[in-house]
Nanobody, 125 residues
Framework: VQLQASGGGLVQTGGSLRLSCAAS????????MGWFRQGPGKEREFVAR????????FYADSVKGRFTISRANAKKMVYLQMNSLKPEDTAFYYC???????????????????WGQGTQVTVSS
């Protein structure tokens, strides 16, 4: 299984970025997908997650209304559209996959079986 995240970069406050995550080696439609991030000196934290069909999404309060998670099952892709970026959004962003059934537990790092390598997002003030 491989998850390849891309799309990070340097952006000014208020700007936008779209992260992509390409999955291979798994039956993509069987997996719920999540995005997490890890800032400098911080623990990895939940950002957003999406159901297998893409019909249900959940967000951390810190990104609600600014970020949108989506997926394209035919392409085995998951996306994170990030708008109105803030300096506190600076972090490595990771995509992850899980087959677990659960509610808020799916906002935990330990709920996910597979992880991408991360892509750096830097928001300058």
């Amino acid at each position: 299984v491989q998850l390849q995240a891309s799309g990070g970069g340097l952006v000014q406050t208020g700007g936008s970025l779209r992260l992509s995550c390409a999955a291979s080696g798994l039956t993509f439609g069987d997996y719920k997908m999540g995005w997490f991030r890890q800032g400098p000196g911080k623990e990895r934290e939940f950002v957003a997650r999406i159901s297998r069909s893409g019909g249900t999404t959940f967000y951390a309060d810190s990104v609600k209304g600014r970020f949108t998670i989506s997926r394209a099952n035919a392409k085995k892709m998951v996306y994170l559209q990030m708008n109105s970026l803030k300096p506190e959004d600076t972090a490595f962003y990771y995509c992850a996959a899980t087959r677990l059934v659960g509610g808020s537990y799916l906002e935990s790092v330990t709920a996910y079986d597979y992880w991408g390598q991360g892509t750096q997002v830097t928001v300058s003030s």
